[in-house]
């Protein structure tokens, strides 16, 4: 029996799959007995013919009048189908292997040029951060992205139930309902737990900028993202000062941005330092004199930081002491310490004039080409 197209009365998925089985293997008896050219031949036209070929009856009786609400499905599958059968087809046609290889491969043609991968600009400027501070004696220190509630939090000074951790808008791992608070996992919405990581590895004199992939449930407009990229910073010895921290900042935005930019610093909270700090910048496209991008202010602002705050210190020598019970490198009555963070998109945005963020992550060639 020669196969003819069915009426389709269903087209649930279950049903669609027995449709497109029933051809499939129809056609593959068909291939089989091609035995010459002409054998072919007739069997391209049965399948492809434009008026009344398999194909086009299918177009007809399967998508054509398919409800609306399967068209979308049956229009996929069918698509799907045409692509299949042309190319099995095709393949029947007696000694169609050996002539696709002799007859389609000029040797004389110039290869396939494959273009050269260049890096991202979030990638570009975090490696622009990175070297400005490693010229500082900063080396790279990393932490997991999936992070547990303590180090996101508590470890850094977000008591349970504090309003700061509302600020942090969290993406929470599902299910962790039965652990203990400071177990359950999250997206760490900073790298700022990194701090306390390297801190319980390292005595001090500890110096390391860290890298990386940050989350929060953020609605994506032109300059938020639910990921975006943070570089934290912690420095932490005898005798480090405000002082300090103002001058590694000054100087990491003038390498940044240009020897000609200012930096002020303004009074501001986060739980892990005391005091803290925002920092702006003096506005790179107008000198300072007021911009649309400045908002005519003359500033932007560009990353917070402060003086590690002694309960950061107090919660590392807690964990420390569960090694080594007499542990007192941390305390705060002999060391002090800065911590910065900064995010990596806002910086690469300034730097290229970047007006929406999303850019970053649309994979659109045109925008990556330019930083390549
Ligand atoms: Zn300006």
Redesign the pocket.
């Known amino acids: 029996m020669p196969y003819t197209v069915p009426k389709l009365d269903d087209y649930s998925p279950e049903a669609l799959d027995r449709a497109i089985a029933g051809l499939r293997s129809a056609l593959e008896q068909e291939v089989a007995g091609v035995k010459s050219e002409a054998d072919h031949e007739a069997l391209r036209i049965r399948w492809r013919a434009r008026t009344n070929g398999i194909l086009t009856q299918i177009n007809d009786s399967w998508l054509k009048a398919a409800p609306k609400e399967a068209k979308r499905d049956v229009g996929q599958r069918v698509n799907e189908l045409k692509t299949w059968v042309e190319e099995r087809v095709e393949s029947a046609k007696p000694g169609a292997a050996s002539a696709s290889v002799t007859d389609k491969l000029d040797i004389t043609l110039p290869g396939i040029r494959r273009p050269l991968g260049a890096e991202h600009p979030v990638v570009k400027t975090t490696n622009e951060i990175i070297g400005i501070f490693a010229k500082m004696g900063y080396s790279v220190e990393t932490g997991p992205e999936i992070e547990t509630d303590y180090y996101n939090f508590e470890s850094m000074n977000f008591p349970p139930n504090h309003p700061a951790r509302d600020t942090q808008d969290t993406i929470f791992i599902a299910g962790q309902e039965s652990k203990p608070q400071r177990d359950r996992l999250l997206l760490r919405t900073h790298t700022s737990p990194v701090q306390t990581r390297a801190m319980e590895k390292h005595r001090p004199p500890i110096r390391v900028v860290a890298p990386g992939k940050v989350h929060r449930s953020d609605t994506p407009d032109a300059s938020h993202s639910p990921i975006f990229h943070q570089v934290e910073g912690l420095a932490v010895d005898t005798n480090i000062t405000f002082s300090d921290l103002k001058g590694t900042l000054d100087h990491a935005m003038k390498e940044l941005f240009g020897s000609d930019v200012k930096t002020r610093f303004f009074p501001s909270f986060f739980p892990f330092t005391e005091p803290s700090a925002d920092v702006q910048i003096s ?1 790179i ?10 908002k ?3 500033w ?1 602002e560009l990353l917070g930081c402060g003086m590690v705050d002694p309960a950061v210190f107090a919660a590392v020598t807690q964990e420390r002491r569960k090694l080594n019970p007499s542990d007192d490198a941390y305390n705060p009555e002999k060391i002090t310490g800065f911590a910065f963070g900064m995010g990596v998109e806002r910086i690469a945005m300034i730097q290229h004039g970047i007006s929406d963020i999303g850019h970053f992550y649309s994979g659109d060639m045109r925008f990556l080409e330019q930083f390549a």
């Open positions: 506005c496209f107008c000198g300072g004199k007021g911009c649309r991008k400045c005519h202010s003359g932007i």
